[in-house]
């Protein structure tokens, strides 16, 4: 298993990944993260993500086990939460879109993405890991407790997301 960052060439890939993974949680109707197929996650969003060098991948092999996205972007509004320390961006990252193959879930690989983007942000100098996710999203929120991250509030981030009024925002400070 190898976690790095995913090239422009293969970032189409990671988007039909994304969209695999999407159209599962709709067909099982287990959408935690109320992604909509097509719409969020995309190729472009990929696409995009490896552009700026922040979009991250998981293989084993030829197979991709995991996607996400470290950057310093929040993608909203982070400030309507009372964060443990006043940290300007940049001082942070932000693990967005993280996304795992439906067979490999439940096997301690979420762990290990959580250690690798602590790991990660070490070695950058960064101070904190930030994240947020949807409330109903319970999979995720008991992953991340369990990794170490704390919940510092519930919050409309500015998003136009449909349906999602308030995201749970955590922090690992590092």
């Known amino acids: ?4 960052k995913c090239t422009v060439a293969e970032a189409e890939i990671v988007g039909e ?20 197929y097509k719409i969020f996650p995309t190729t472009s969003y990929a696409v995009d993500a490896a552009r700026a060098g922040t979009q991250f991948v998981c293989t084993d092999g030829e197979k991709i086990l995991a996607a996400f996205v470290l950057n310093e972007n ?5 400030s309507k939460v009372a964060w443990s320390q006043n940290l300007a961006v940049g001082e942070f990252l932000v693990l967005h879109a993280l996304a795992i193959a ?3 879930q439940r096997r301690g690989l979420g762990k290990k993405f959580m250690d690798f ?6 070695e950058k100098n960064y101070r904190a890991l930030r994240l947020d996710v949807v409330p109903t999203n319970f999979p995720a929120k008991k992953l991340y407790e369990a990794c170490g991250f ?15 009024p308030q995201f749970c925002l955590y922090e690992r400070n590092l």
């Open 102 to 104: 439906p067979d490999c």
């Open 74 to 78: 929040p993608e909203g509004d982070y």
């Open 117 to 122: 983007c602590a790991s990660y942000a070490v």
């Open 17 to 36: 990944f994304y969209d695999g993974v999407v159209k599962f949680m709709n067909d099982n109707n287990v959408n935690y993260t109320k992604w909509l």
């Open 1 to 4: 298993m190898e976690i790095r």
């Open 150 to 164: 704390k919940f510092v509030g519930a919050a409309d981030l500015g998003r136009t997301f449909l349906g999602i």
